[in-house]
């Protein structure tokens, strides 16, 4: 049969073939999105995206990962620049696999994620002065404050995250009144009581 | 929007015989503890097969099920309904996208199942198989469609591989919205005109069949998946989820004075159970297998979107870019 | 001075309608699933722009929105034709995106110090979608406006210029327009989106000609289309039309 679709129609393009073959083609890079949802909250891992380089993953995280109720800013990380450490489980934390490092080599400032249940998402915890990876986990279980089981922990680089720019924010800001994304929105009680009455009463 | 009727292979039990007894344990464990399995960890073959297999026919049922309703996408009547179902639409790539996105996780990259699906070597749900004729189609398979996915969405979110039930708990959120816009569309359809009414009835008599294949053949029929349970990969039989969607919505199709082409579908009080004709399970099997209404359109217009976009693709490769599988 | 805002409004209002239309024609088609996604979400956008100019037009007293979007013909559009031409390949979806959107938030910009209150306040309202729109664009037309892709945007450039001139057809209303403070003119528009079009065609391989040397089409602002756009528009009420006075 024909398309019913007037966007296919149009195309024109040559009768379904049988034998369909697709060129292989190699994945663009992957980046890590972090998304804030209100002023003060902390920024929460919510997927990835596929793109060529950060610009280009910011506006694709930007629809993907916040195009629904409030956002107030965003971050993206490569994955290929973000470490990760063992995932533990059951009452076992990472930071207890973690033996204190000392390191006098140039520090640089480090934002740690971190996951507190298996199935739920990283959320940021703060940042820290650190020369590699290790000393990052050393210093961020001396200095931060953690009360919960940790369960896997991020450490990416301050400087390869690309962060929302604060004069930027006003890109989201008609985001609450697009209602007509939200199920609130669609309401039909009313019209089938109406429509049951008018039954009853024919 | 996904049904059941996942195609598991049918499991080799030599296959889990020749992993390792402690990993496999500590696995099954975990699993049975109610814990996660996450990316980094050890899993069996077969796991990680078989969650390939269905969160890629999963992410193939959402791009391919953008097809149906996107027929509509220039002619939704009214500012209201053009911005929902452009909403709606978008949101089924987005599940794609998350979908995928969890499948790659396990190892196998977006491109080689979008591959998958072009080629006819992956399946995606028989429902997309089917023409949307008119607009009450479209809101049919806003409402319906959507909803039986829910059945089948919510019971896998409770699964065991984290990555899948984390995008399933997004998309989740946003079927709620499919949900109360389709049956908003339905409501005002069937409690409109006499031709908004016969539009939407038309429609209902049209995908009732479909509907019902939707959640796969019974589980009397199916192969044996207990492996797959234990593990916490399918959550739930093809004949629970019918049952489930059966409860919850032939009572509001019935209440907007639709009917449901099937002259024996009842609810026995004293079992609870619904009573319905058997579906047609050799037409269900002759249209998965490719001789549907829409098979070969389908796949040809993605695979047309796919060409279209490969210059764009292209184009923002370079050579020192290196593929990573998403961390979560 | 009502009439002349509701051109001003009209004109604004059928332009987002009709190429948030367009767009959409994108949607589960795009080039990849994330920009499928992201090219959606603008279109949204400017269909929900269009319905917040129509609402004001409403509040002046003209029908409200379904009706006057849904059941005017062609020559009642004020649109420029730019918007309504066929989507095309990506290269030429993503320049017209470039173009429109700049001119866009230039004239938001200047709309959001209008003496008509409404229209500033919406104006300043819309300012941030419009921001991630040509942002959007930008950075697109930085990735393809060089190496392989350079030729495809170029000549799309080049087919889609005279029309995005069109965009800047005055109205008869221009002068009351200007003197009485509520948009400051499309020549001044004109002005400062080339400056801005060719600050980002600096940083890529496209050539800009000489605008002046190229005849704009217009005609749009005063009902005068393409043959593309009376199709569009039937397609486009194809079912609100098999009854105007249904609820749908």
Not at chain 2, 84 to 113: C, I, N, P
Not at chain 3, 30 to 53: C, H, N, R, T, Y
Request: hydrophobic share 35%; net charge negative.
């Amino acid at each position: 049969m024909d398309s019913l679709d007037p966007r296919i129609q149009r195309l024109n393009f040559p009768k379904w073939e049988k034998d369909l073959e697709k060129n292989h083609l190699d994945q663009l890079e992957t980046y890590e999105v972090f998304v804030q949802t209100k002023e003060g909250k902390p920024y929460q891992h919510e997927g990835v995206v596929h793109a060529s380089n950060s610009d280009m993953a910011f506006l694709f995280a930007k629809e993907q990962f916040g195009r629904r109720y409030t956002c107030t800013g965003m971050w993206i990380a490569r994955s290929s620049d973000v470490s990760v450490s063992q995932t533990t489980e059951a009452d076992k934390s990472v930071y207890d696999f973690v033996e204190a490092s000392a390191n006098s080599d140039q520090l640089e400032s480090c934002e740690v994620f971190h996951l507190y249940k298996r199935g739920k998402q990283h959320r940021h915890v703060g940042a820290v002065q650190a020369a590699n990876y290790e000393h990052a986990l050393s210093e961020s279980k001396k200095t931060i404050d953690e009360q919960k089981t940790v369960y896997n922990v991020w450490v990416i680089k301050s400087s390869d995250l690309l962060k929302s720019a604060e004069e930027d924010k006003v890109i989201w800001s008609t985001l609450p009144e697009k209602q007509f994304r939200d199920a609130i929105a669609y309401k039909g009680a009313d019209k089938i009581k109406e429509f049951k009455e008018k039954q009853a009463n024919s | 929007m996904y049904g059941g009727g996942n195609i598991f292979e049918p499991s080799n039990h030599n296959d889990v015989l020749n992993e390792d007894p402690v990993k496999l344990q500590e696995f099954e464990a975990r699993i049975e503890r109610g814990e996660k399995i996450e990316p980094s960890d050890w899993m069996p073959k077969l796991y990680r097969k078989q969650l390939i297999r269905m969160i890629e026919q999963h992410a193939h049922s959402e791009i391919i099920g953008a097809l149906p309703e996107g027929t509509w996408i220039t002619r939704a009547p009214g500012f209201k309904r053009k911005l929902a179902l452009m909403a709606k639409v978008q949101d089924e790539v987005g599940h794609a996208q998350l979908l995928y996105s969890a499948a790659e996780t396990l190892g196998k990259s977006r491109e080689d199942m979008i591959s998958d699906l072009i080629n006819g070597k992956s399946k995606y749900s028989n429902i997309f198989n089917y023409p949307a004729y008119t607009w009450a189609d479209s809101c049919f398979i806003s409402w319906l469609v959507d909803a039986g996915a829910i059945v089948n969405q919510v019971a896998n979110s409770k699964g065991s591989y984290g990555p899948y039930c984390r995008a399933l708990e997004r998309i989740c959120i946003e079927e709620s919205f499919h949900l109360k816009y389709g049956h908003h569309c339905v409501i005002h359809l069937a409690t409109g005109t006499p031709k908004q009414r016969q539009m939407m009835q038309e429609a209902v008599d049209r995908w009732w069949a479909p509907m019902m294949h939707f959640f796969g053949p019974s589980d009397k029929i199916s192969v044996h998946t207990e492996i797959l349970m234990k593990w916490k990969v399918k959550m739930a039989s093809n004949d629970d989820c019918r049952q489930q969607f059966l409860d919850m919505y032939v009572p509001k199709i019935w209440e907007l004075g639709l009917t449901v082409p099937d002259t024996n579908l009842k609810k026995n009080e004293e079992t609870g159970m619904w009573e319905f004709t058997e579906p047609d399970w050799e037409e269900f099997k002759r249209v998965i297998n490719g001789d549907g209404p829409c098979n070969e359109e389908r796949l040809a217009v993605r695979r047309m979107a796919e060409e279209r976009g490969q210059w764009v693709r292209n184009a923002l490769k370079s050579a020192d870019m290196k593929y990573v599988t998403p961390l979560a | 001075m009502t009439e002349a805002i509701k051109d001003l409004l009209y004109k604004i209002a059928d332009d987002q309608l009709i190429i948030g239309h367009r767009n959409s024609e994108w949607t589960g088609l795009g080039p990849m699933l994330e920009e499928d996604i992201a090219f959606s979400s603008m279109a949204q956008d400017k269909v929900g722009q269009s319905l917040a100019f129509y609402n004001l037009l409403h509040d002046l007293g003209e029908s409200d929105p379904d009706t006057v979007a849904f059941m005017r013909n062609a020559n009642q559009f004020h649109n420029c034709q730019l918007v309504e031409l066929p989507i095309g390949e990506y290269d030429f979806s993503l320049v017209r995106h470039f173009l429109f959107d700049h001119a866009e938030m230039i004239r938001f910009e200047m709309l959001s110090n209008s003496a008509v209150e409404e229209i500033a306040q919406l104006a300043r309202k819309l300012v941030g979608e419009i921001r991630y729109h040509v942002m959007h664009a930008d950075v697109w037309i930085k990735q393809l406006g060089v190496g392989d892709t350079r030729e495809r945007l170029q000549k799309a450039l080049e087919m889609a210029l005279p029309y995005a001139l069109g965009i800047f057809e005055e109205s008869k209303y221009e002068q009351d327009l200007i003197s009485n403070d509520i948009f400051s003119g499309e020549q001044a528009l004109r002005d400062t989106w080339q400056s801005s079009i060719t600050t980002v065609l600096t940083e890529t391989e496209l050539q800009l000609p000489d605008l002046t040397t190229l005849t704009p089409l217009i005609g749009g602002r005063y009902g005068d289309h393409s043959d593309h756009l009376q199709p569009l528009l039937d397609e486009m009420s194809e079912v609100f039309k098999v009854d105007p006075g249904a609820d749908w």
